[in-house]
């Protein structure tokens, strides 16, 4: 089992940053692909970024330019850096990561963390 815990949420300003972090904990071979998504009231989840166990990284256009995903393995933690925040951007954040565990590679969701920009 993985457990993922997100934190760093909060309520901002449009045009402020928040940096977003989660924490991977349990019993499992290697992580893979982690990443963060999103969902606004009454909207279905979305992604916003991804990361792959090498590093790659995928974005969704409206946060191109203004998020960045990183990873630091060692921590078993992704982190989602957010600038320039405007009010479509709240929702609440979910962290999400396959893991692979024996033979085969699961996907896990964190609980969400909730990010509010408002003036």
């Known amino acids: 089992q993985v457990q993922l815990v997100e934190s760093g949420g909060g309520l901002v300003q449009p045009g402020g940053s928040l940096r977003l972090s989660c924490v991977a904990s349990?019993?499992?071979?290697?992580?893979?692909?982690m990443g963060w998504y999103r969902q606004a009231p009454g909207k279905q989840r979305e992604l916003v970024a991804t990361?792959?166990?090498?590093?790659?990284?995928n974005y969704a256009d409206s946060v191109k330019g203004r998020f960045t995903i990183s990873r630091d393995n060692v921590k078993k933690t992704v982190y989602l850096q957010m600038n320039n925040l405007k009010p479509e951007d709240t929702a609440v954040y979910f962290c999400?990561?396959?893991?692979?565990?024996?033979?085969?590679?699961?996907?896990?969701w964190g609980q969400g963390t909730q990010v509010t920009v408002s003036s």
């Open positions: 999400s990561a396959y893991a692979t565990i024996g033979v085969g590679t699961y996907g896990y």
């Open positions: 349990g019993t499992f071979l290697s992580l893979n692909a």
């Open positions: 990361s792959s166990a090498g590093g790659s990284t």
